[in-house]
């Protein structure tokens, strides 16, 4: 992926979060499954987003894909809390915002 693509998969993954009408984990299963699972670790983050993402990738799954070992993102959304699902959707989006503020900052 480049890094405008990866953007715009955040970008999609944060409209699934603020369109659906399912209640939050359902939503995350959504942006994950629909979007964020697409992204790598290896495809281009800039630093500053980086660890955050590794971290929310191993927060929804740490199964290695398609259909390695670990526990899959239905089952830890499951085991969560709504409060933590909830600051979940807040890092996928302060991601999206990191992402846009580098890319502004990179075309100035």
Known sequence: MTPLEVRETFRKAVQILVDENEKIKE????????????VRPTDPLPAEVA???????Y?????EMPYGYGERAAKKLHDMSDE???????????????LREV????AD
């Not at 660890?51 to 990738?57: G, K």
């Not at 890319?103 to 990179?106: H, I, Y």
């Open 51 to 57: 660890d955050e993402f590794r971290w929310l990738r």
């Open 27 to 38: 939503r995350l299963l959504i942006a994950y499954a629909s979007q964020l699972s697409l």
């Open 59 to 63: 927060a929804l799954s740490d199964a």
């Open 103 to 106: 890319e502004q900052a990179a």
């Open 84 to 98: 933590e699902a909830s600051e979940l959707a807040r890092t996928i989006f302060s991601i999206f915002l990191q």
